[in-house]
């Protein structure tokens, strides 16, 4: 990171320089926030190269769509969180990365990601997976499937057996649970 440039920049403030379009901001974006969102790209696509990829496109849609961002809705990790999530996801179900992932030898499949990884400790240091054992198992079991897996709602349906409706509803009471755990409106 450039001397010149701010060690730290409020969230509320990084948003505004953001929405002004001013590249230094765009830099500490990446500088801070690109190690988590590559983490979870790479669980879903992983291939370290789609995953960078998936990166750049996530980084310019959150360049592209700052404006839509609204506070009032959720953290501004949360939203960047989900549209990487959702390219990746998007990308994993391209017929580009099914015909690709079919003649790709083994040893490009192979996950260089240990448990410790960047995004794991975040975790850790958020405290997040102390909180999920006030969950049922059940709910945890969605939370970690959908968040920390990068399943979707059907997926986790179709493989587990369960209704879509209620693995929407598991996940909506184990988020409200963990927003009163937070202490988050």
Request: a positive charge.
């Amino acid at each position: 990171m450039n001397p010149d440039k701010p060690k730290h920049i409020e969230e509320s403030q990084l948003i505004y320089l953001l929405i002004q379009k001013d590249h230094n901001a765009l830099a500490y974006l990446y500088d801070h926030y690109a190690p988590a969102l590559y983490g979870v790209i790479k669980r879903i696509v992983k291939t370290d190269s789609i995953a960078e990829e998936v990166l750049q496109d996530a980084f310019v849609k959150i360049w592209d769509k700052i404006h839509y961002y609204d506070a009032k809705k959720g953290k501004f990790f949360t939203w960047m969180l989900n549209i990487s999530r959702n390219l990746a996801i998007d990308k994993s179900r391209s017929k580009e990365f099914t015909r690709k992932s079919k003649t790709d030898s083994i040893e490009n499949n192979v996950s260089l990601i240990t448990p410790e990884t960047y995004v794991e400790q975040k975790i850790k240091d958020t405290g997040l997976r102390d909180l999920l054992h006030h969950l049922s198992p059940e709910q945890q079991m969605i939370i970690n499937l959908i968040y920390f897996e990068g399943y979707t709602h059907t997926e986790v349906s179709d493989e587990y057996d369960i209704p879509l409706g209620t693995v929407k509803t598991r996940l909506r009471s184990a988020l409200i649970k963990l927003r009163k755990l937070l202490n988050i409106p």
